[in-house]
């Protein structure tokens, strides 16, 4: 009787199976991925905390003539961008374009602490530890690959201008679309 009774829980485990299909594995990604912003999306608002505490918002920078933001986990690719970008930040910041690198690490400080130190940085950081940020505009950070999208120009309407991934865009254009941001013929493009 018990082996009957064995039989009938297996018969009926893989009915339940095939009756109620799991989701696919692109199913399951697809639940979970969401749009990340674009060249004339409006930039999402987000708060943040840099390393020494101080409290960056977005939507302060009304008033300004833009920003430039760059998502960054620190891979080699990315530290080899570090004088390209404080070079950009020194020629910016004066003009009204506030530039900032946003930690991908999440909870890791330890690394971009240190990064900054080395390499004797000026440049910005905001710490994201849940990745919220990071995945709004990026996508879900994966450790160890860089997004297809980590750098975004936004203009003084919070409007994306550009949106590209860096390094890989030559400092010229970067500094091109900066520069189209304080003229009164800003346009977007990608």
Sequence with gaps: ????????????????????????????????????????????????????????????????????????????????????????????????????????????RKTVEDAVRANHLTLRFLYDPEGEVTTRYSGRYVPGSCPLTNLYIINKDGVIVYATHYPGAPEDEITGVLAKLRSPTATGRK
């Design 1 to 108: 009787m018990m082996t009957w009774v064995r039989s009938l829980s297996s018969i009926m485990l893989v009915g339940a199976v095939f009756a109620f299909p799991l989701p696919s594995h692109a199913e399951q990604a697809g639940a979970r991925t969401k749009k990340t912003p674009s060249v004339n999306d409006k930039a999402p608002d987000f708060t943040l905390k840099d390393f020494r505490g101080k409290r960056f918002t977005l939507s302060d920078l009304k008033g300004r003539e833009g920003a430039l933001l760059w998502f960054t986990n620190l891979c080699e690719g990315c530290q080899s961008k570090f004088g390209g970008m404080e070079k950009i930040k020194s020629e910016y910041s004066g003009k009204g374009i506030e530039v900032v690198a946003l930690s991908q690490l999440e909870k890791d």
